[in-house]
């Protein structure tokens, strides 16, 4: 399983990237979610979409991964990130 999804990175061209691109790759997107849901109670207001239901449970296990790593370190280190995560999983 984890080398057809290695395959599947490096077919993409995603598992080509030196891991330091990776991370900014990742870091852009992270920032671009910390930036949309504010005090909200879901990404984009009031009301859940589909969006809210794939990011949340991405960054959830991000948060949680077993193991120390950059990308878990960056989630962990955006407060806004955090607290949206927080307030999803109290409200489940």
Known sequence: MRRQVRQ???SHGFGRLPADERLKWF???LDAI???PGDQAF???LV???V???VMP???VLDRLPSDTQLRRAVRSNARL???VARRRAAL
């Open 27 to 29: 870091g852009s997107d």
């Open 58 to 60: 991405f960054l959830s």
């Open 48 to 50: 859940p979409c589909a």
């Open 52 to 54: 809210a239901a794939c």
């Open 8 to 10: 599947g990175l490096v």
């Open 34 to 36: 910390a930036g949309q």
């Open 43 to 45: 990404l984009f207001g």
């Open 82 to 84: 955090m607290a949206y």
